[in-house]
């Protein structure tokens, strides 16, 4: 269902589990750049009513997996700790060169978002399936289902502002630069690394 080219080795679960607090300070921090991010496009793309719509929608969501996620840290008995770069999508947004028209723009803007969102929901269905802690693994089931609405949603508006075909391979060569990146990562605690 996602495409993704690579998948992430299962035992990446095993460096999570060892670092549960790290992978929740990271996820949080995700959950808050996915927020910035829906505004950025609101700010960036004011005239696409349909999109202002539901990157408002999007904003509160992800803000309140922040908070989701905030609580987990704190009922931990931990307090978040400080964001770090992510190495993964500083990679990813390489991939597409810089200018082009608005609508260029704003298609790879929605492909990098729908990428991120996709190996987000693989890596928290890995969670879900063997995290040893089974809340923890039902929090991230449930976040799994929310992360597959988002690609699709940002997959779907990238082909409906572009033209479809051209949409399309770009998104099979960023999917296959994206499994290139994926072949160094997926030996650290963090949602995408």
């Known amino acids: 269902m996602l495409g993704l080219k690579l998948p992430t080795d299962p035992r990446w679960v095993n460096i999570v589990e060892k670092n549960i607090d790290e992978i929740l300070t990271d996820h949080a921090y995700c959950e808050q750049k996915a927020a910035s991010t829906a505004i950025s496009l609101i700010v960036s793309f004011p005239e696409y009513t349909e999109l202002t719509q539901e990157m408002i929608a999007l904003s509160r969501e992800e803000m309140g997996h922040f908070k989701m996620v905030h609580d987990r840290i704190l009922a931990r008995g931990k307090s978040l700790g400080r964001?770090?770069?992510?190495?993964?999508?500083?990679?990813?947004?390489?991939?597409?060169?810089k200018g082009g028209s608005r609508t260029t723009q704003l298609v790879h803007r929605l492909l990098y978002a729908a990428l991120i969102e996709a190996r987000s929901c693989e890596r928290f269905r890995l969670l879900s399936e063997q995290l040893q802690d089974k809340e923890l693994a039902d929090f991230y089931h449930k976040l799994m289902i929310s992360e597959a609405g988002h690609y699709t949603m940002f997959l779907n508006f990238a082909r409906k502002y572009g033209d479809r075909k051209e949409v399309d391979k770009k998104w099979d060569e960023l999917l296959s630069y994206e499994a290139s990146i994926m072949k160094d990562l997926g030996n650290s605690e963090t949602v995408h690394g």
């Not at 964001?83 to 990679?91: E, I, M, P, Q, S």
């Open 83 to 97: 964001d770090r770069k992510d190495d993964y999508v500083v990679a990813l947004l390489k991939f597409f060169p």
